[in-house]
């Protein structure tokens, strides 16, 4: 049973209008990551959180923006949405720390994202 | 910027033959390595990671780790038609990803 959430599952929406991807974990991490894949392209880090009020920019520029104001919660935001954003968004979480595997990923199931 | 590259493949093997998926990275301060599993459509699963050099073995599977060269390998022993998926490999913090090697084992 997944203990990271994503919502919606697909979304399909017009140009200019605001979205925001849910993302929602239930098991204490403090890391959590959004990435951006295209359908058989690679995974491109585009946001990432190590805790509360901490928000990094990824590798990939990205107009989205994220929020991290409870630790198991990590939205991302679209204010105008075109269809260059297009794509499958995934939001994964990290226990993080010292010990071996603690950055091990646990991924949500994604949430698909078309802008016509 | 830290990058992790892998062949793209696609790798074909025959079934029970052995599947072998290399991988370098940039970052000579990187610790540890994550391999990752995902089908067609799917989310990326966690398959092994290592941190130390040399192997580490879970089943069919074996990572082996050399910092000396930078490069991270996967071994999948007797390989099976549900192994077919892309590997994709991982550094540490911020976990980034190499593009993932397309692995088809045929019947």
């Known amino acids: 049973e997944a203990d990271i959430y994503q919502t919606p599952r697909y979304l399909v929406i017009g140009t200019g209008k605001k979205i925001t991807l849910e993302c929602s974990q239930t098991m204490g991490h403090d890391k959590m990551y959004w990435y951006q894949q295209d359908p058989g392209m690679e995974l491109h880090l585009i946001h990432y959180s190590y805790g509360v009020n901490s928000t990094e920019k990824g590798d990939l520029s990205s107009e989205s923006t994220v929020s991290r104001i409870r630790t198991e919660h990590f939205p991302l935001t679209l204010e105008s949405a075109r269809p260059s954003h297009t794509s499958q968004y995934l939001c994964a979480s990290s226990a993080g720390g010292r010990v071996a595997g603690a950055n091990v990923l646990t991924f949500g199931a994604g949430s698909r994202l078309t802008v016509l | 910027q830290k990058e992790v590259e892998q062949n793209s493949g696609p790798l074909s093997v025959p079934e029970g033959a052995i599947a072998s998926l290399n991988c370098t990275y940039s970052?000579?301060?990187?610790?540890?390595f994550f391999w990752y599993r995902q089908y067609s459509g799917k989310s990326p699963e966690l398959i092994m990671f290592i941190y130390s050099n040399g192997d580490k073995e879970d089943g069919r599977f074996t990572a082996q780790l050399n910092k000396a060269s930078q490069y991270v390998s996967l071994l999948i022993r007797d390989s099976q038609p549900s192994d077919s998926a892309t590997y994709l490999c991982?550094?540490?913090?911020?976990?980034?990803f190499g593009k993932g090697t397309r692995l088809s084992v045929i019947a």
């Open positions: 991982a550094d540490n913090t911020p976990l980034v």
């Open positions: 970052d000579r301060g990187s610790q540890s």
